[in-house]
């Protein structure tokens, strides 16, 4: 496991921990807008902006800057506001436009993806930095003993690579990078969030995805499955329904993607009725924080019950 794909990981534990109306869909009024003082607490820098050429001012010295320190703390920065949409794509349901990027914070996505060089100079880094998303046998432990020095490099590198799919979604430079390092590494840890992020689809996302799929760690699989949602390809449904024997919260994103893919998965009826038959004999383990717990259990009956209902009224049309 890498480091970057265990700092994920947390990300989503966290977000699974927090209340069900916590993890409701904000108001118009709860928002963030494009104004620059909401985000001032994460750029400090923001809250002396009036305007967004200034703000994209700020980002652009931070990137240029030649002190390695100022250049760090400008990419933690701009990692911590893409955690803030990333972590809005760990939800284990598949929202209404989820084959849009990240939606509520689109307006600034816009605003930071028009500084010039930003692009590029992420690149640069991620690339240049390889070294830092080295296999841990137990990230966690292996964390503890480092430096401070070196948890700030490791959370810089992970910023900026988190950073490239989120501020330029379907960007064709940002998805080949990301599929280059996939075919470079041999752990692909976090990787299914990073083309979800993206929004990127193409043969080789798929094959990243698939095989997350299959992986028992949550994260990725609801990052993965989501992905295959968004392909629509016939390898992805497969794919899907040959993870409907899992028991934990990705089960509930696993069928919500089958029932995107509409009367091309009315094959796969059978299995998915064959599930809310067995789901209902299902007690979850109440000390597995990740198990299957009542109120995904019923999403799933629902998801699925709604689906054998709009097959049906297409065969009655």
């Not at 992020?197 to 993965?224: C, Q, W, Y």
């Not at 499955?225 to 992805?236: D, E, F, I, M, T």
Request: contains cysteine; hydrophobic residues 45%.
């Amino acid at each position: 496991m890498t480091l970057s794909g265990a700092l994920i990981r947390a990300a989503f534990l966290c977000l699974l921990l927090i209340s069900p109306a916590a993890l409701a869909q904000p108001s118009d009024e709860t928002k963030p807008d494009t104004q620059l003082s909401t985000f001032a607490d994460v750029i400090p820098d923001f809250a002396n902006t009036t305007s967004v050429e200034e703000m994209q001012a700020v980002i652009g010295k931070g990137i240029g800057s030649d002190d390695p320190e100022k250049f760090g703390e400008m990419l933690r920065q701009i990692g911590a506001i893409a955690m803030l949409g990333t972590v809005e794509d760990f939800h284990t349901d598949i929202p209404d436009g989820f084959k849009e990027p990240h939606q509520r914070f689109e307006p600034l996505r816009r605003q930071f993806a028009a500084v010039p060089g930003l692009r590029e100079r992420l690149m640069e880094f991620v690339r240049d930095s390889a070294d830092l998303d080295r296999i841990w046998t137990d990230p966690e432990v292996e964390y503890d003993s480092l430096s401070e020095a070196e948890r700030q490099q490791i959370l810089t590198w992970s910023s900026a690579r988190l950073a490239l799919p989120v501020y330029f979604p379907q960007d064709p430079a940002v998805h080949d990078f990301l599929i280059d390092w996939w075919r470079q590494v041999d752990d692909a840890s976090g990787l299914a969030t990073l083309l979800y992020s993206g929004r990127f689809k193409s043969e080789p996302a798929d094959e990243i995805r698939i095989a997350a799929l299959h992986a028992p760690n949550m994260a990725d699989a609801v990052a993965a499955a989501k992905g295959l949602a968004l392909s629509g390809s016939n390898a992805a449904l497969a794919a899907l329904v040959a993870n409907l024997n899992r028991r934990d919260h990705a089960l509930q994103t696993i069928v919500e993607a089958i029932a995107t893919f509409g009367h091309q998965a009315k094959p796969h009826l059978d299995s998915l009725l064959d599930l809310r038959e067995e789901l209902d004999a299902y007690v979850a383990d109440e000390d597995d924080l990740l198990a299957l717990d009542p109120a995904r259990k019923q999403s799933i009956v629902e998801t699925v019950a709604r689906l054998a209902a709009e097959l049906e009224m297409l065969d009655d049309d």
